[in-house]
């Protein structure tokens, strides 16, 4: 599975982005994961292949995944933006449902100024 991630960028605080990230292959999950400078990679989210979702706990209700599942493409759209959210965000694929997160996207830069 290859992931193509799109959509990263500069944005003031309390802006929206929306990242992309395409994958070619199927995946059963397709998630979001960001690492900041000097920290280590953390977890943001997750949808299934049938649209079950999970986030983590500080970012409900700022941030929200969907899925297209014709496109196989994974969205994060990204509101209300703080300069804590800057970070690399990485794309990330299960193949299946006892799976780990195996295949990783490049990684999009997020900055958000403050």
């Known amino acids: 599975v290859q992931l193509q991630a799109s959509g990263g960028g500069l944005v003031q605080a309390g802006g929206s982005l929306r990242l992309s990230c395409e994958a070619h292959g199927r995946t059963f999950a397709m998630g979001w994961f960001r690492q900041a400078p000097g920290k280590g990679r953390r977890f943001v989210a997750q949808?299934?292949?049938?649209?079950?979702?999970t986030y983590a706990d500080s970012l409900k209700g700022r941030f929200t995944i969907s899925r297209d599942n014709a496109k196989n493409t994974v969205y994060l759209q990204m509101n209300s933006l703080k300069p804590d959210d800057t970070a690399v965000y990485y794309c990330?694929?299960?193949?299946?449902?006892?799976?780990?997160?195996?295949?990783w996207g490049q990684g999009t830069q997020v900055t958000v100024s403050s």
């Open positions: 949808i299934t292949s049938s649209g079950d979702s």
């Open positions: 990330a694929a299960q193949v299946d449902s006892t799976s780990n997160f195996g295949f």
